[in-house]
């Protein structure tokens, strides 16, 4: 939970299987400003991972061996507070509806189709940062208290 | 353990050594069959038996040697090229968000044919990254010769070597290959023109769009109008299009002499895409004699979640079509009706002989608002049919109308 509410401080957490995308989505955080990034290409860790970062932010694959992006938010439900708003970014080069309309109904709040343009990635994580803090302001008890229930 | 490189050396050797056994055991078995064998300890016998032993042993010894040899090497090889894949990556991830000056990578570090697992860190990174920084890493495969030398081997007689060229080509996305994946279009191995039209699609999708035959988009569709894949095949290809799959399904139903496969596609693709904007192309297919094209068209409406009114007179038409399959797929998308019109004409298909149209009828009308899950229910209490009663049921359970108690309890009414 980030105490100073700014979006460079924010906590973010990227799962993805394919250590390329890790290492690239992590350079492009870093130099956009970005300091408290961890990421896992073991998606079987990104729920204890959860636990000890309690991001602002989680950057998701969908598609993964073993625990794929919609089992790991099946997971990650029961731990988010139906009050906090938690942005669950799906990075996928499947872009038809159904799987969309899935990932959505499961948690996720936006999508970046894989290959994706680094802008764009930067002004959707932006967004939905800036969401998240604001979200935060309305509720402040949730900036100290802790978001796990 | 079967791997794509070494596998000529390993097949050989392993055949090599079985073969001898096989020849050495089979002299043996000779020899005892001819019944030179007046007593197994006589001396010939001994000996050829002694001979066999030993060459099976040497053959066993040897192969378990290469064996261990191989995966002893590949594993290191595997080890060594996945740090080297790092170490590119880093670079290339460098060069791609500017960290590192392009001339600087382009001097003495980099060797002017990249390795391979320079080749394939580039490769991986394009798969996930466009824009400018795509564009500066495929900058990288120009002005090293990999764009070229994969050219080159997509003409190798070598079919793992070209298929190898096909893959890559369609990680990297370069228009430059992009007429060459499409003139494999007409290759006569499937494997070949499966990799190619994948590849050719997923390029198509960074290129410029250009109207007209000749643009890229005209000279895709023309190859595969001409190319034979299969169904599944060619709806894959048109759905890594990505956004510029919208024109380009466009323009293939608007082709006079499209074949009514390939017709079949581009509906499901239009469905699958929700290309919302494509409705009114999709509806005039409802009235096809083609019932597969017919129900392709009600399939796409479906999942559009929009039945325009020029097609609401042939959907209802359609609602007792005599093939099932067709029925089947009026029926779900009349889900998408005004309920005035849908309900009178669903209700009688709760009677119908296929299980599967009495089901999307039920689904459709619980679907329709209040009076459609009054509809149902009152037909999972009164309907005549059993069969009809018991989907009506079914589908109120499965929508949380009915709980399992009070569905058993509709049950013992009818």
């Known amino acids: ?95 038809r509806p159904e799987v969309k309309r899935r990932a959505l109904s499961a948690g996720a709040k936006d999508f970046v189709t894989k290959p994706f343009d680094r802008t764009e990635v930067l002004l959707r994580i932006q967004n939905l940062l800036q969401t998240r803090f604001l979200h935060l302001r309305l509720n402040p008890e949730l900036a100290t208290e802790g978001q796990a229930t | 353990m079967w791997r794509r490189y070494g596998d000529a050396i390993y097949t050989l050797v392993t055949f090599a050594v079985f073969g001898f056994e096989t020849l050495a055991l089979g002299a043996l078995s000779i020899s005892f069959l001819l019944g030179s064998t007046t007593g197994i300890a006589s001396t010939p016998v001994e000996g050829v038996l002694l001979a066999t032993l030993t060459s099976t042993a040497s053959a066993l010894a040897l192969l378990g040697f290469f064996l ?62 466009k824009g400018e920084e795509g564009d500066r890493l495929k900058a990288v495969l120009a002005r090293h010769g990999v764009d070229r030398l994969l050219l080159r081997h997509l003409r190798s007689g070598h079919l793992t070597a ?9 990680k990297a996305r370069l228009p430059q290959a992009f007429d060459a994946l499409l003139s494999l279009l007409e290759h006569p191995k499937p494997v070949v023109r499966r990799m190619a039209v994948r590849a050719a699609a997923g ?33 894959e290809s048109l759905l890594l299009l990505e956004t510029r799959a919208g024109a380009v399904l466009r323009d293939l139903l608007a082709e006079p ?53 020029g097609a609401q007179a042939s959907l209802l038409d359609s609602l007792e079509h005599e093939v099932d399959f067709v029925r089947v797929q009026a029926s779900h998308a009349a889900a998408f009706l005004p309920a005035e019109l849908a309900l009178p004409a669903l209700e009688p298909r709760l009677g119908d002989d296929s299980w599967w149209v009495r089901r999307a009828a039920a689904a459709s009308m619980a679907r329709l608002g209040d009076d459609g899950v009054a509809t149902v229910k ?32 509709v049950k013992g009414v009818a």
Not at chain 1, 23 to 49: F, H, M, P, W
Not at chain 2, 74 to 95: C, M, N, P, Y
Not at chain 2, 162 to 170: M, P, Q, T, W
Not at chain 2, 211 to 234: D, M, N, T
């Open chain 1, 1 to 95: 939970m980030s105490e100073t509410l700014r979006p460079k401080d924010a906590r973010i957490l990227v799962v993805d299987d394919e250590r390329v995308n890790v290492v690239l989505l992590e350079r492009i955080l870093e130099q956009d400003g970005y300091t408290n990034v961890r990421s896992t290409t073991n998606s079987e860790q990104a729920v204890a991972l959860y636990d000890e970062l309690e991001p602002d932010l989680i950057l998701l694959d969908l598609h993964m061996p073993g625990l794929d992006g919609f089992a790991v938010m099946e997971r990650l439900e029961p731990r988010i507070a139906t009050d906090t708003f938690l942005p669950i970014l799906i990075l996928t080069a499947d872009i």
């Open chain 2, 68 to 129: 261990l040899g191989y995966h002893f090497t590949s594993s290191l090889r595997d080890r060594w090229h996945a740090e080297q894949l790092d170490v590119w990556t880093e670079r290339w991830i460098g060069l791609a968000l500017e960290d590192t000056p392009a001339d600087e990578i382009a001097d003495s570090p980099t060797p002017r044919r990249l390795p391979r697992a320079a080749v394939d860190a580039v490769l991986s990174l394009l798969e996930v990254v």
């Open chain 2, 162 to 170: 070209r298929l190898d060229a096909i893959e890559s080509l369609g």
């Open chain 2, 203 to 235: 390029t198509l999708a960074t290129m410029t769009p250009e109207p007209g035959p000749e643009g890229p988009g005209g000279r895709f569709i023309q190859a595969l109008k001409g190319a034979s894949v299969q169904s599944g095949v060619a709806q």
């Open chain 2, 257 to 309: 002499d499209l074949g009514d496969r390939l017709r079949w596609v581009v509906l499901e693709t239009i469905g699958r895409l929700g290309l919302a904007d494509m409705t009114e192309q999709v509806a005039a297919f409802t009235v096809h004699h083609d019932p597969e094209l017919r129900a392709a068209a009600f399939r796409a409406l479906h999942r559009l979640a929009a039945v325009p009114e």
């Open chain 2, 378 to 409: 009152r037909a999972a209490e009164i309907h005549p049919d059993q069969a009809a009663r018991d989907m009506a049921v079914q589908i109120l359970l499965e929508a949380g109308v009915l709980d399992p108690a009070a569905a058993r309890l």
